[in-house]
């Protein structure tokens, strides 16, 4: 992740048109979880709130998709524990 890059990126997230959104949110989605501290200071330091609401959804979003898939490599195997899935 170049932080040049996600600059860029994130100064693009007030952008109007839904294409050019739709598509740094699939870039920053690609990042995962290294990208959200990069974002939460962006939220913190932006008064526009499109932008901040837009971080919001991309950060849930990436948290989401995180705890699915650790939910689903947890079930995957036979002999898991309960309290490990909590």
Same mark, same amino acid.
């Given at each position: 992740m170049e932080t040049k890059?996600? $600059?860029?990126l994130i100064s693009l997230l007030d952008d109007p048109d839904e294409k050019v959104f739709h598509n740094i %949110? !699939? =870039?920053l989605l690609s990042? /995962?979880?290294d990208v959200i501290p990069v974002l939460e200071n962006a939220w !913190?330091?932006?008064?526009? $709130?499109? #932008?901040q609401t837009r971080i919001e959804n991309i950060i849930h979003k990436i948290q989401?998709?995180? #705890?699915? =898939? %650790?939910?689903?490599?947890?079930?995957?195997p036979m002999?898991?524990?309960?309290?490990? /899935?909590?």
């Amino acid at each position: 992740m170049e932080t040049k890059e996600l $600059t860029a990126l994130i100064s693009l997230l007030d952008d109007p048109d839904e294409k050019v959104f739709h598509n740094i %949110r !699939e =870039k920053l989605l690609s990042f /995962g979880n290294d990208v959200i501290p990069v974002l939460e200071n962006a939220w !913190e330091n932006s008064f526009d $709130t499109l #932008i901040q609401t837009r971080i919001e959804n991309i950060i849930h979003k990436i948290q989401f998709d995180d #705890i699915s =898939k %650790r939910l689903s490599d947890w079930s995957s195997p036979m002999d898991q524990r309960l309290l490990d /899935g909590a």
